[in-house]
């Protein structure tokens, strides 16, 4: 019994040797669910992990893998290299991925740092143990903190004023950083507004076309707006034709129209596209001629009421199609051919 409780002693007195080493390890391991995991990829703590995991744990881990004792480097060098070395390793791990199928994506990067800050760390650990008790370099955190305590103590007043109000200066610089970092960044706000072919791409659009025949286009929009908007989409049947430097409307009928209300979504460039609304529309044309079927897009707009059989030409309302030829209004056409 008595042997077993001086070895726990013995580990632990040695494991005081190792406390940065731990300490990266654990930190490393954390900004893994921190990131890829919600709720926690929403709190500022991820920012914080994420910082130290590509501008100093790599470096520090590596450091302490080529210098284990404690002569070697003081601390400002020691800590310098850490965040030197953690700059040129990361573009280096970026350009490495960049040649295998994973790519430079958010999680094949954060696994690769955190697994080569782990095996540095692991390396470190081997390496240090080997070196006698009396030559390695350690962290005493307890010691660090009596030491700033007593240095504290010993000043003057003003000296104590002084290092307060820097301290503060220093906490509130960091604090803003972090707040900067972490505060969403509001982009270019835009609506994306596109018809797709029936079989879903951008190919196989009905563009000859018989009387009464059906055909079927798809209708997509995406929010990027940072705030929930109603739309509004008319879709419109117009003949013109352009003279004298002027578009003349022949004919303009009200073919449909429809209304959703989207929140925003992210654009996003890391993974595979995907639709946020998207309606199949389908529709006939019941005259022969050559035509454009004009798809208009409001935004907070009321859905107005018009006659399916109406011609609109001459009216108020083929102000409509101008403003959309003029880019006042966001819109989509299609030339068809009804034969």
């Known amino acids: 019994m008595r042997r077993d409780t001086v070895a726990v002693f013995k580990m632990l007195s040695e494991m005081k040797d190792f406390q940065d080493i731990v300490l990266i390890i654990f930190l490393a391991l954390l900004c893994i669910p921190f990131v890829l995991l919600s709720p926690l990829n929403e709190t500022p703590i991820r920012m914080i992990l994420g910082l130290l995991l590509v501008l100093f744990l790599p470096g520090y881990s590596l450091i302490a893998v080529l ?91 003003i000296d104590r004023i002084l290092t307060v109000v820097l301290l503060i200066s220093i906490i509130l610089a960091i604090s803003a950083l972090i707040y900067v970092i972490i505060t969403p960044k509001v982009g270019e706000r835009f609506t994306e507004f596109y018809i797709l072919g029936e079989e879903g791409k951008a190919a196989g659009y009905p563009t000859n076309l018989s009387v009464g025949q059906n055909a079927t286009v798809i209708i997509g929009i995406a929010n990027h707006e940072y705030r929930r908007v109603n739309y509004t989409v008319e879709i419109w049947l117009v003949n013109a034709s352009y003279e004298d430097n002027q578009t003349i409307i022949h004919e303009m009928f009200f073919l449909d129209a429809f209304s959703v209300a989207l929140n925003h979504t992210d654009v996003n460039v890391e993974g595979n596209w ?65 034969e």
């Open 67 to 157: 210098f284990p004792r404690k002569e070697d480097l003081d601390w400002i060098e020691r800590v310098a290299l850490s965040f030197g070395l953690s700059i040129a390793i990361v573009p280096l791990i970026g350009l490495a991925l960049n040649y295998t199928p994973f790519g430079i994506r958010l999680t094949p990067i954060l696994l690769v740092l955190a697994i080569c800050t782990v095996i540095f760390a692991i390396s470190a650990y081997v390496r240090r143990r080997r070196i006698p008790k009396e030559q390695r370099f350690f962290v005493d955190f307890r010691a660090a903190f009596s030491v700033i305590r007593d240095a504290f103590s010993n000043l003057s007043l």
């Open 274 to 338: 995907t639709p946020q609304f998207e309606k199949p529309y389908t529709f006939s044309i019941n005259k022969a001629g050559k035509f454009k079927i004009w798809f208009l897009l409001f935004k907070e707009a009321q859905e107005q009421r018009f006659e399916r059989e109406r011609n609109y030409a001459g009216t108020e309302v083929e102000r409509r199609i101008h403003d959309a030829i003029e880019g006042r209004i966001q819109s989509l056409n299609l030339n068809i051919f009804v």
